[in-house]
Protein backbone atom coordinates (compact mmCIF):
# COMPACT_ATOMS: atom_id res chain seq x y z
CA UNK A 1 0.00 0.00 0.00
CA UNK A 2 1.03 3.37 -0.57
CA UNK A 3 2.59 5.55 2.27
CA UNK A 4 0.24 7.84 2.96
CA UNK A 5 -2.31 4.97 3.82
CA UNK A 6 0.19 4.05 6.25
CA UNK A 7 0.52 6.97 7.55
CA UNK A 8 -2.71 8.38 8.26
CA UNK A 9 -6.29 7.56 7.55
CA UNK A 10 -7.60 7.93 4.25
CA UNK A 11 -9.66 10.92 3.11
CA UNK A 12 -12.38 11.92 0.94
CA UNK A 13 -11.81 13.35 -2.16
CA UNK A 14 -14.36 16.51 -2.46
CA UNK A 15 -13.82 19.87 -4.67
CA UNK A 16 -10.22 18.96 -5.22
CA UNK A 17 -9.21 18.44 -2.08
CA UNK A 18 -8.54 15.58 0.31
CA UNK A 19 -10.78 16.05 3.48
CA UNK A 20 -11.25 14.34 6.75
CA UNK A 21 -15.19 13.41 7.98
CA UNK A 22 -15.94 16.43 10.83
CA UNK A 23 -15.97 14.31 13.28
CA UNK A 24 -12.12 12.94 12.50
CA UNK A 25 -14.44 9.02 12.60
CA UNK A 26 -12.70 6.60 10.62
CA UNK A 27 -13.27 2.85 9.90
CA UNK A 28 -10.71 -0.34 9.54
CA UNK A 29 -10.15 -1.75 5.74
CA UNK A 30 -9.28 -4.77 6.25
CA UNK A 31 -6.74 -7.04 4.46
CA UNK A 32 -9.01 -11.01 4.01
CA UNK A 33 -6.35 -12.71 3.71
CA UNK A 34 -5.71 -13.07 7.22
CA UNK A 35 -8.05 -10.44 8.94
CA UNK A 36 -4.87 -7.80 9.83
CA UNK A 37 -5.45 -4.20 9.26
CA UNK A 38 -4.63 -2.76 5.79
CA UNK A 39 -5.68 0.92 6.54
CA UNK A 40 -7.40 3.36 8.61
CA UNK A 41 -10.26 4.97 6.24
CA UNK A 42 -12.54 8.29 6.33
CA UNK A 43 -15.89 7.11 7.80
CA UNK A 44 -17.65 9.73 5.71
CA UNK A 45 -21.72 11.41 7.35
CA UNK A 46 -24.63 12.49 5.52
CA UNK A 47 -22.74 15.99 5.24
CA UNK A 48 -19.85 14.66 3.50
CA UNK A 49 -22.30 13.31 0.66
CA UNK A 50 -24.18 16.27 0.45
CA UNK A 51 -20.93 18.45 0.39
CA UNK A 52 -19.85 16.07 -2.51
CA UNK A 53 -22.97 16.86 -4.34
CA UNK A 54 -22.68 20.62 -4.11
CA UNK A 55 -19.57 20.62 -5.24
CA UNK A 56 -20.30 18.02 -8.43
CA UNK A 57 -23.49 20.46 -8.77
CA UNK A 58 -21.54 23.46 -8.75
CA UNK A 59 -19.02 21.64 -11.40
CA UNK A 60 -21.36 20.57 -13.67
CA UNK A 61 -22.00 24.27 -14.36
CA UNK A 62 -18.38 24.54 -16.27
CA UNK A 63 -17.53 20.72 -17.04
CA UNK A 64 -20.46 20.06 -18.92
CA UNK A 65 -19.15 22.86 -21.15
CA UNK A 66 -15.47 21.36 -21.67
CA UNK A 67 -14.96 20.53 -25.22
CA UNK A 68 -14.75 16.59 -26.53
CA UNK A 69 -11.19 17.35 -27.10
CA UNK A 70 -10.23 17.97 -23.43
CA UNK A 71 -12.24 15.74 -21.92
CA UNK A 72 -10.07 13.22 -24.31
CA UNK A 73 -6.97 14.56 -23.82
CA UNK A 74 -7.82 14.30 -19.58
CA UNK A 75 -9.16 10.76 -19.89
CA UNK A 76 -6.22 9.81 -21.76
CA UNK A 77 -3.96 11.53 -19.14
CA UNK A 78 -5.66 8.68 -16.89
CA UNK A 79 -4.48 5.82 -18.79
CA UNK A 80 -0.86 7.20 -18.55
CA UNK A 81 -0.61 7.73 -14.98
CA UNK A 82 -2.89 4.14 -14.60
CA UNK A 83 0.57 2.56 -16.05
CA UNK A 84 3.31 4.89 -14.22
CA UNK A 85 1.66 3.47 -10.82
CA UNK A 86 0.44 0.35 -12.19
CA UNK A 87 2.43 -1.02 -9.02
CA UNK A 88 0.25 0.86 -6.53
CA UNK A 89 -2.99 -0.11 -8.27
CA UNK A 90 -2.07 -4.26 -8.17
CA UNK A 91 -0.46 -4.14 -4.47
CA UNK A 92 -3.55 -2.68 -3.70
CA UNK A 93 -6.03 -4.48 -5.58
CA UNK A 94 -3.54 -8.01 -4.01
CA UNK A 95 -3.35 -6.24 -0.50
CA UNK A 96 -7.02 -5.01 -0.07
CA UNK A 97 -9.39 -7.33 -1.65
CA UNK A 98 -7.19 -10.25 -1.65
CA UNK A 99 -6.41 -10.90 -5.37
CA UNK A 100 -3.96 -13.41 -7.13
CA UNK A 101 -1.91 -11.65 -8.77
CA UNK A 102 -3.25 -12.65 -12.12
CA UNK A 103 -6.26 -11.35 -11.30
CA UNK A 104 -4.77 -7.64 -10.47
CA UNK A 105 -2.57 -7.56 -13.53
CA UNK A 106 -6.12 -8.55 -15.84
CA UNK A 107 -8.26 -5.96 -13.56
CA UNK A 108 -5.43 -3.41 -14.41
CA UNK A 109 -5.53 -4.36 -18.01
CA UNK A 110 -9.44 -4.24 -17.86
CA UNK A 111 -9.46 -0.76 -16.15
CA UNK A 112 -6.82 0.53 -18.64
CA UNK A 113 -9.08 -0.21 -21.27
CA UNK A 114 -12.48 0.87 -19.75
CA UNK A 115 -10.80 4.56 -19.90
CA UNK A 116 -9.27 4.19 -23.10
CA UNK A 117 -12.25 3.23 -24.27
CA UNK A 118 -13.95 6.12 -22.53
CA UNK A 119 -11.75 8.93 -24.52
CA UNK A 120 -13.10 7.50 -27.43
CA UNK A 121 -16.98 8.47 -26.60
CA UNK A 122 -16.27 11.97 -26.16
CA UNK A 123 -16.20 12.58 -29.70
CA UNK A 124 -19.39 10.35 -30.37
CA UNK A 125 -21.80 12.00 -28.63
CA UNK A 126 -24.26 12.28 -30.72
CA UNK A 127 -27.82 13.53 -31.54
CA UNK A 128 -29.63 13.13 -34.85
CA UNK A 129 -31.88 15.12 -37.22
CA UNK A 130 -35.32 13.81 -37.65
CA UNK A 131 -37.96 14.49 -40.74
CA UNK A 132 -40.64 17.47 -39.98
CA UNK A 133 -43.74 17.20 -41.39
CA UNK A 134 -43.73 20.84 -40.66
CA UNK A 135 -43.07 22.85 -43.70
CA UNK A 136 -39.82 24.78 -43.21
CA UNK A 137 -39.00 23.24 -39.63
CA UNK A 138 -35.29 22.01 -39.13
CA UNK A 139 -35.56 19.67 -36.33
CA UNK A 140 -32.60 17.50 -34.45
CA UNK A 141 -31.92 16.34 -31.10
CA UNK A 142 -29.00 17.22 -28.97
CA UNK A 143 -27.55 14.39 -26.34
CA UNK A 144 -26.81 16.17 -23.32
CA UNK A 145 -25.59 15.23 -20.40
CA UNK A 146 -27.66 14.47 -17.43
CA UNK A 147 -25.78 16.00 -14.36
CA UNK A 148 -24.67 14.47 -11.08
CA UNK A 149 -24.02 10.57 -11.32
CA UNK A 150 -23.75 8.85 -8.15
CA UNK A 151 -21.70 5.69 -8.56
CA UNK A 152 -21.79 2.84 -6.03
CA UNK A 153 -19.11 0.07 -6.76
CA UNK A 154 -18.40 -2.82 -5.12
CA UNK A 155 -15.48 -5.20 -3.74
CA UNK A 156 -14.46 -7.63 -5.99
CA UNK A 157 -13.80 -5.65 -9.59
CA UNK A 158 -13.72 -2.29 -7.81
CA UNK A 159 -10.48 -1.31 -10.87
CA UNK A 160 -12.98 -2.79 -14.03
CA UNK A 161 -16.00 -1.20 -12.28
CA UNK A 162 -14.46 2.39 -11.40
CA UNK A 163 -12.74 2.82 -14.73
CA UNK A 164 -15.69 2.13 -16.47
CA UNK A 165 -18.40 3.71 -14.72
CA UNK A 166 -16.35 6.66 -13.54
CA UNK A 167 -14.68 7.07 -16.71
CA UNK A 168 -17.76 6.74 -18.65
CA UNK A 169 -19.59 9.50 -16.99
CA UNK A 170 -16.77 11.99 -17.07
CA UNK A 171 -16.63 11.24 -20.68
CA UNK A 172 -20.13 12.24 -21.27
CA UNK A 173 -20.12 15.25 -19.81
CA UNK A 174 -21.28 14.62 -16.39
CA UNK A 175 -19.83 15.16 -12.82
CA UNK A 176 -19.83 12.03 -10.21
CA UNK A 177 -20.20 11.43 -6.24
CA UNK A 178 -18.46 8.23 -6.00
CA UNK A 179 -19.50 5.60 -2.99
CA UNK A 180 -17.22 3.01 -3.36
CA UNK A 181 -17.24 -0.48 -1.05
CA UNK A 182 -16.12 -0.43 2.55
CA UNK A 183 -14.25 -3.30 1.66
CA UNK A 184 -12.32 -1.83 -1.03
CA UNK A 185 -11.97 2.26 -0.74
CA UNK A 186 -8.12 2.19 -1.47
CA UNK A 187 -8.36 1.27 -4.56
CA UNK A 188 -11.12 4.05 -4.90
CA UNK A 189 -8.95 6.68 -3.62
CA UNK A 190 -5.56 5.78 -5.48
CA UNK A 191 -8.06 6.32 -8.58
CA UNK A 192 -8.85 9.63 -7.00
CA UNK A 193 -4.91 10.56 -7.00
CA UNK A 194 -4.83 9.58 -10.43
CA UNK A 195 -8.13 11.87 -11.58
CA UNK A 196 -6.48 14.62 -9.61
CA UNK A 197 -2.89 14.74 -11.20
CA UNK A 198 -4.69 14.11 -14.85
CA UNK A 199 -5.98 17.76 -14.25
CA UNK A 200 -9.64 16.97 -14.10
CA UNK A 201 -11.34 20.15 -12.54
CA UNK A 202 -12.45 20.18 -8.73
CA UNK A 203 -16.05 18.80 -8.18
CA UNK A 204 -15.83 17.20 -11.47
CA UNK A 205 -15.01 13.47 -9.75
CA UNK A 206 -15.83 13.32 -5.85
CA UNK A 207 -15.11 10.03 -3.29
CA UNK A 208 -17.15 9.84 -0.11
CA UNK A 209 -16.11 6.46 1.83
CA UNK A 210 -17.71 4.81 4.21
CA UNK A 211 -20.51 2.72 5.08
CA UNK A 212 -23.62 2.21 2.22
CA UNK A 213 -25.66 1.04 4.32
CA UNK A 214 -25.40 4.27 6.22
CA UNK A 215 -24.83 6.96 4.02
CA UNK A 216 -25.93 5.30 0.82
CA UNK A 217 -29.41 6.42 1.05
CA UNK A 218 -28.57 10.04 1.17
CA UNK A 219 -26.86 9.64 -2.07
CA UNK A 220 -29.17 7.75 -4.03
CA UNK A 221 -32.10 9.80 -2.45
CA UNK A 222 -30.50 13.23 -3.41
CA UNK A 223 -32.54 15.57 -4.83
CA UNK A 224 -30.00 16.93 -6.82
CA UNK A 225 -28.66 13.40 -8.00
CA UNK A 226 -29.27 13.37 -11.93
CA UNK A 227 -28.61 9.51 -11.99
CA UNK A 228 -27.47 6.22 -9.59
CA UNK A 229 -25.67 3.59 -10.83
CA UNK A 230 -25.64 0.92 -8.66
CA UNK A 231 -23.67 -2.41 -8.48
CA UNK A 232 -24.00 -5.30 -5.36
CA UNK A 233 -26.06 -7.22 -4.24
CA UNK A 234 -29.73 -7.63 -5.24
CA UNK A 235 -31.35 -6.82 -1.97
CA UNK A 236 -29.45 -3.75 -2.12
CA UNK A 237 -30.72 -2.83 -5.62
CA UNK A 238 -33.86 -3.66 -5.08
CA UNK A 239 -33.75 -0.84 -2.03
CA UNK A 240 -32.15 1.88 -4.39
CA UNK A 241 -34.98 0.97 -6.78
CA UNK A 242 -37.34 2.26 -4.91
CA UNK A 243 -35.37 5.22 -3.72
CA UNK A 244 -35.29 5.94 -7.26
CA UNK A 245 -38.50 5.62 -8.48
CA UNK A 246 -40.05 7.04 -5.74
CA UNK A 247 -37.37 10.43 -6.80
CA UNK A 248 -38.24 9.62 -10.63
CA UNK A 249 -34.09 9.47 -11.09
CA UNK A 250 -32.56 6.81 -13.66
CA UNK A 251 -30.64 4.41 -12.84
CA UNK A 252 -28.59 1.13 -13.89
CA UNK A 253 -28.66 -1.95 -11.31
CA UNK A 254 -25.95 -4.48 -11.87
CA UNK A 255 -26.47 -6.91 -9.55
CA UNK A 256 -26.49 -10.66 -8.56
CA UNK A 257 -26.47 -13.77 -10.40
CA UNK A 258 -27.19 -17.64 -10.37
CA UNK A 259 -25.45 -17.85 -13.84
CA UNK A 260 -26.20 -21.54 -15.88
CA UNK A 261 -23.52 -23.49 -18.50
CA UNK A 262 -24.94 -26.00 -20.60
CA UNK A 263 -22.34 -29.04 -21.49
CA UNK A 264 -23.66 -31.19 -24.38
CA UNK A 265 -22.37 -34.41 -25.20
CA UNK A 266 -20.60 -33.62 -28.34
CA UNK A 267 -17.76 -31.36 -26.78
CA UNK A 268 -14.64 -31.76 -26.69
CA UNK A 269 -14.04 -32.32 -23.25
CA UNK A 270 -10.34 -31.49 -23.17
CA UNK A 271 -11.27 -28.00 -24.64
CA UNK A 272 -14.29 -27.26 -22.52
CA UNK A 273 -12.97 -28.28 -18.29
CA UNK A 274 -10.54 -25.23 -18.47
CA UNK A 275 -12.60 -22.78 -19.67
CA UNK A 276 -15.63 -24.58 -17.11
CA UNK A 277 -12.93 -24.28 -14.06
CA UNK A 278 -12.09 -20.15 -15.04
CA UNK A 279 -16.03 -20.40 -15.52
CA UNK A 280 -16.53 -20.27 -11.57
CA UNK A 281 -12.99 -20.31 -10.06
CA UNK A 282 -11.68 -16.88 -10.68
CA UNK A 283 -11.39 -14.93 -7.75
CA UNK A 284 -12.83 -18.12 -6.17
CA UNK A 285 -16.49 -17.46 -7.25
CA UNK A 286 -16.32 -13.81 -6.14
CA UNK A 287 -17.79 -12.77 -9.61
CA UNK A 288 -21.50 -11.61 -10.38
CA UNK A 289 -20.92 -13.78 -13.80
CA UNK A 290 -19.36 -16.98 -12.11
CA UNK A 291 -21.44 -19.84 -13.48
CA UNK A 292 -22.57 -22.11 -10.43
CA UNK A 293 -24.95 -24.13 -12.17
CA UNK A 294 -23.48 -26.73 -14.69
CA UNK A 295 -26.45 -28.61 -16.59
CA UNK A 296 -24.03 -31.46 -18.58
CA UNK A 297 -25.76 -34.37 -20.69
CA UNK A 298 -25.58 -37.89 -19.14
CA UNK A 299 -23.87 -39.50 -21.63
CA UNK A 300 -20.71 -37.61 -20.91
CA UNK A 301 -21.37 -36.39 -16.92
CA UNK A 302 -19.60 -39.27 -15.32
CA UNK A 303 -16.66 -37.93 -17.35
CA UNK A 304 -16.61 -34.25 -16.73
CA UNK A 305 -17.37 -34.84 -13.13
CA UNK A 306 -14.09 -36.84 -13.18
CA UNK A 307 -12.06 -34.87 -15.30
CA UNK A 308 -13.33 -31.08 -13.64
CA UNK A 309 -12.41 -32.40 -9.95
CA UNK A 310 -9.25 -33.04 -11.33
CA UNK A 311 -8.56 -29.53 -12.69
CA UNK A 312 -10.53 -28.31 -9.49
CA UNK A 313 -8.48 -30.15 -6.91
CA UNK A 314 -5.23 -28.85 -8.29
CA UNK A 315 -5.99 -24.83 -8.78
CA UNK A 316 -3.25 -22.65 -7.15
CA UNK A 317 -4.13 -22.22 -3.26
CA UNK A 318 -0.96 -20.83 -2.96
CA UNK A 319 1.12 -17.34 -2.05
CA UNK A 320 -1.68 -13.97 -3.44
CA UNK A 321 1.95 -13.09 -5.66
CA UNK A 322 2.17 -16.45 -6.96
CA UNK A 323 0.83 -16.43 -10.62
CA UNK A 324 0.03 -19.31 -10.51
CA UNK A 325 -2.55 -19.19 -7.48
CA UNK A 326 -6.30 -18.61 -8.13
CA UNK A 327 -8.12 -19.00 -5.70
CA UNK A 328 -8.11 -16.04 -3.17
CA UNK A 329 -9.74 -15.22 0.22
CA UNK A 330 -13.49 -14.50 0.89
CA UNK A 331 -14.14 -11.18 1.89
CA UNK A 332 -15.71 -11.25 4.88
CA UNK A 333 -16.61 -13.08 7.78
CA UNK A 334 -20.12 -12.09 6.66
CA UNK A 335 -19.29 -14.29 3.52
CA UNK A 336 -17.29 -17.06 4.35
CA UNK A 337 -20.60 -17.81 6.79
CA UNK A 338 -22.94 -17.82 4.02
CA UNK A 339 -20.72 -20.29 1.77
CA UNK A 340 -20.15 -22.38 4.66
CA UNK A 341 -24.01 -22.60 5.49
CA UNK A 342 -24.80 -23.20 1.58
CA UNK A 343 -22.41 -26.49 2.10
CA UNK A 344 -23.18 -27.60 4.94
CA UNK A 345 -27.25 -27.23 4.04
CA UNK A 346 -26.64 -29.47 0.72
CA UNK A 347 -24.04 -31.61 2.63
CA UNK A 348 -27.08 -31.98 5.27
CA UNK A 349 -29.72 -32.54 2.37
CA UNK A 350 -28.12 -35.12 0.60
CA UNK A 351 -25.78 -33.63 -1.49
CA UNK A 352 -21.81 -35.45 -2.62
CA UNK A 353 -19.29 -32.85 -2.57
CA UNK A 354 -17.04 -34.24 -5.32
CA UNK A 355 -13.56 -32.15 -4.56
CA UNK A 356 -13.12 -29.28 -2.19
CA UNK A 357 -15.53 -28.59 0.73
CA UNK A 358 -12.94 -27.53 3.44
CA UNK A 359 -10.90 -24.21 3.96
CA UNK A 360 -7.24 -23.39 4.45
CA UNK A 361 -7.10 -19.75 6.58
CA UNK A 362 -10.38 -17.55 4.55
CA UNK A 363 -9.56 -19.42 1.46
CA UNK A 364 -12.13 -22.13 1.00
CA UNK A 365 -10.91 -25.00 -1.41
CA UNK A 366 -12.58 -25.28 -5.53
CA UNK A 367 -16.04 -26.97 -4.47
CA UNK A 368 -17.83 -29.05 -6.71
CA UNK A 369 -21.38 -30.78 -5.43
CA UNK A 370 -23.36 -33.27 -7.50
CA UNK A 371 -26.82 -34.48 -6.23
CA UNK A 372 -27.89 -31.20 -5.60
CA UNK A 373 -31.87 -30.88 -5.27
CA UNK A 374 -34.61 -27.90 -5.23
CA UNK A 375 -34.66 -27.75 -1.34
CA UNK A 376 -31.35 -26.83 -1.04
CA UNK A 377 -30.33 -23.65 -0.94
CA UNK A 378 -27.29 -23.75 -3.01
CA UNK A 379 -29.46 -24.41 -6.23
CA UNK A 380 -31.14 -21.10 -6.27
CA UNK A 381 -29.39 -18.95 -4.55
CA UNK A 382 -26.04 -16.48 -4.79
CA UNK A 383 -22.92 -18.51 -2.85
CA UNK A 384 -20.52 -15.84 -4.41
CA UNK A 385 -17.44 -18.40 -3.41
CA UNK A 386 -15.72 -20.88 -5.43
CA UNK A 387 -18.70 -23.75 -5.46
CA UNK A 388 -20.72 -24.73 -7.72
CA UNK A 389 -22.96 -27.55 -8.34
CA UNK A 390 -23.08 -29.99 -11.15
CA UNK A 391 -26.47 -31.65 -12.71
CA UNK A 392 -27.30 -34.41 -15.41
CA UNK A 393 -29.61 -33.79 -17.91
CA UNK A 394 -31.40 -36.02 -20.40
CA UNK A 395 -31.90 -33.25 -23.23
CA UNK A 396 -30.81 -30.00 -24.85
CA UNK A 397 -34.64 -29.23 -23.84
CA UNK A 398 -34.52 -30.21 -20.34
CA UNK A 399 -31.10 -28.20 -19.75
CA UNK A 400 -32.36 -25.00 -21.39
CA UNK A 401 -35.72 -25.07 -19.12
CA UNK A 402 -33.90 -25.27 -15.58
CA UNK A 403 -31.06 -22.88 -16.89
CA UNK A 404 -34.06 -20.49 -17.33
CA UNK A 405 -35.54 -21.94 -13.30
CA UNK A 406 -33.87 -19.13 -11.62
CA UNK A 407 -34.94 -15.49 -10.88
CA UNK A 408 -31.62 -14.69 -11.95
CA UNK A 409 -30.75 -13.45 -15.68
CA UNK A 410 -26.65 -12.34 -16.07
CA UNK A 411 -24.63 -14.54 -17.94
CA UNK A 412 -25.13 -17.52 -19.28
CA UNK A 413 -23.23 -20.20 -21.30
CA UNK A 414 -23.35 -23.01 -23.42
CA UNK A 415 -21.23 -25.63 -24.88
CA UNK A 416 -21.36 -27.66 -27.91
CA UNK A 417 -21.01 -28.35 -31.89
CA UNK A 418 -24.39 -27.85 -33.07
CA UNK A 419 -24.72 -24.00 -34.31
CA UNK A 420 -28.48 -24.23 -34.60
CA UNK A 421 -28.65 -25.16 -30.73
CA UNK A 422 -26.11 -23.01 -29.68
CA UNK A 423 -28.30 -20.35 -31.46
CA UNK A 424 -31.55 -21.56 -29.96
CA UNK A 425 -30.45 -21.56 -26.74
CA UNK A 426 -29.04 -17.78 -27.22
CA UNK A 427 -32.44 -16.28 -28.65
CA UNK A 428 -34.46 -18.47 -25.35
CA UNK A 429 -32.42 -18.02 -22.80
CA UNK A 430 -33.60 -15.37 -20.22
CA UNK A 431 -30.20 -13.84 -19.40
CA UNK A 432 -28.60 -10.45 -20.60
CA UNK A 433 -25.36 -12.16 -21.57
CA UNK A 434 -24.68 -15.56 -23.57
CA UNK A 435 -21.32 -16.93 -24.53
CA UNK A 436 -21.47 -20.05 -27.21
CA UNK A 437 -18.43 -21.92 -26.22
CA UNK A 438 -16.99 -19.38 -23.80
CA UNK A 439 -17.04 -19.35 -19.89
CA UNK A 440 -19.69 -16.88 -18.13
CA UNK A 441 -16.98 -14.73 -17.08
CA UNK A 442 -15.96 -12.36 -19.83
CA UNK A 443 -16.33 -8.11 -20.33
CA UNK A 444 -15.40 -5.45 -22.76
CA UNK A 445 -15.44 -2.00 -22.31
CA UNK A 446 -18.24 -1.80 -25.23
CA UNK A 447 -20.19 -4.56 -25.04
CA UNK A 448 -23.81 -3.75 -23.47
CA UNK A 449 -22.90 -5.55 -19.42
CA UNK A 450 -26.29 -6.46 -17.32
CA UNK A 451 -28.45 -8.53 -16.40
CA UNK A 452 -32.52 -9.19 -16.04
CA UNK A 453 -35.22 -9.91 -12.98
CA UNK A 454 -32.95 -10.05 -10.07
CA UNK A 455 -29.79 -9.31 -11.97
CA UNK A 456 -30.52 -6.03 -12.63
CA UNK A 457 -31.32 -3.21 -14.73
CA UNK A 458 -30.08 -1.61 -17.88
CA UNK A 459 -26.78 -2.59 -19.18
CA UNK A 460 -23.51 -0.82 -19.07
CA UNK A 461 -20.40 -0.34 -21.72
CA UNK A 462 -19.57 2.62 -23.76
CA UNK A 463 -22.56 2.66 -25.93
CA UNK A 464 -24.77 1.68 -23.04
CA UNK A 465 -23.90 3.91 -20.71
CA UNK A 466 -24.11 7.22 -23.50
CA UNK A 467 -27.71 5.84 -24.01
CA UNK A 468 -28.20 5.79 -19.87
CA UNK A 469 -25.92 9.00 -18.93
CA UNK A 470 -27.57 11.61 -20.99
CA UNK A 471 -30.86 12.82 -22.32
CA UNK A 472 -31.80 13.82 -25.64
CA UNK A 473 -33.70 17.31 -26.19
CA UNK A 474 -35.55 17.95 -29.20
CA UNK A 475 -34.84 20.78 -30.86
CA UNK A 476 -36.86 22.96 -33.88
CA UNK A 477 -35.42 25.81 -36.41
CA UNK A 478 -38.16 27.25 -38.07
CA UNK A 479 -36.64 28.35 -41.40
P1 LIG B 1 -23.50 -5.28 -1.34
O1 LIG B 1 -24.79 -5.05 -2.00
O2 LIG B 1 -23.49 -5.74 0.07
O3 LIG B 1 -22.62 -3.98 -1.37
C1 LIG B 1 -22.33 -3.29 -2.57
C2 LIG B 1 -22.19 -1.83 -2.29
O4 LIG B 1 -23.43 -1.31 -1.85
C3 LIG B 1 -21.21 -1.48 -1.17
O5 LIG B 1 -20.43 -0.41 -1.63
C4 LIG B 1 -22.10 -1.05 -0.04
O6 LIG B 1 -21.49 -0.10 0.80
C5 LIG B 1 -23.23 -0.42 -0.79
N1 LIG B 1 -24.49 -0.25 -0.08
C6 LIG B 1 -25.03 -0.99 0.91
N2 LIG B 1 -26.23 -0.48 1.30
C7 LIG B 1 -26.45 0.60 0.51
C8 LIG B 1 -27.51 1.55 0.41
N3 LIG B 1 -28.60 1.52 1.19
N4 LIG B 1 -27.40 2.53 -0.51
C9 LIG B 1 -26.33 2.60 -1.32
N5 LIG B 1 -25.29 1.74 -1.26
C10 LIG B 1 -25.36 0.75 -0.36
O7 LIG B 1 -22.69 -6.28 -2.27
P2 LIG B 1 -21.28 -6.92 -2.05
O8 LIG B 1 -21.44 -8.11 -1.16
O9 LIG B 1 -20.26 -5.91 -1.65
O10 LIG B 1 -20.95 -7.37 -3.55
C11 LIG B 1 -21.31 -8.59 -4.01
C12 LIG B 1 -22.61 -8.53 -4.80
O11 LIG B 1 -22.44 -7.66 -5.90
C13 LIG B 1 -22.97 -9.88 -5.37
O12 LIG B 1 -24.34 -10.10 -5.27
C14 LIG B 1 -22.53 -9.75 -6.82
O13 LIG B 1 -23.18 -10.63 -7.68
C15 LIG B 1 -22.82 -8.33 -7.10
N6 LIG B 1 -22.01 -7.86 -8.23
C16 LIG B 1 -22.62 -7.65 -9.42
C17 LIG B 1 -21.88 -7.23 -10.53
C18 LIG B 1 -22.57 -6.99 -11.86
O14 LIG B 1 -22.00 -6.32 -12.70
N7 LIG B 1 -23.77 -7.51 -12.08
C19 LIG B 1 -20.50 -7.02 -10.41
C20 LIG B 1 -19.90 -7.24 -9.20
C21 LIG B 1 -20.67 -7.66 -8.10
Not at 154 to 166: A, E
Request: proline content about 5%; some cysteine.
Amino acid sequence: MSDKSKMEPLKHYINGDWVETESGAVFDDINPLNDTLYAKVAKGTGKDICDAVAAAKEAFKSYRETLPSERERLLLRVAEIMEVRKSDLINCLVDEIGSPIQKAMFEFGKGLTMVRAAAGLCRNVRGETIPSDAPGKFSMSLREPLGVVAVITPFNVPLIKTSRLVANALALGNTVVHLPSEMSPHLTILFAEIVAEAGFPPGSYNVVTGYGSEIGDELTGHRDVNFVTFTGSSVVGQHISEICAKNKTPKTLELGGKSPTLVLADVDLDKVIPLAARSIFMFAGQACIGSSRFYVERPIFDEFVKRFSMVASKIGMGDLRDPDTVIAPIISPRQRNRIKSHIEDAVKKGATIVVGGEWEGNRCQPTLLTGVSENMTVCKAETFGPVTSIYPIDSYEEGLEKSNDTEYGLSSAIFTKNIDTAFHFAKNISAGMCHINGPTIHDEAHVPFGGNGESGFGREGTDADMEAMTELKWVTVQL
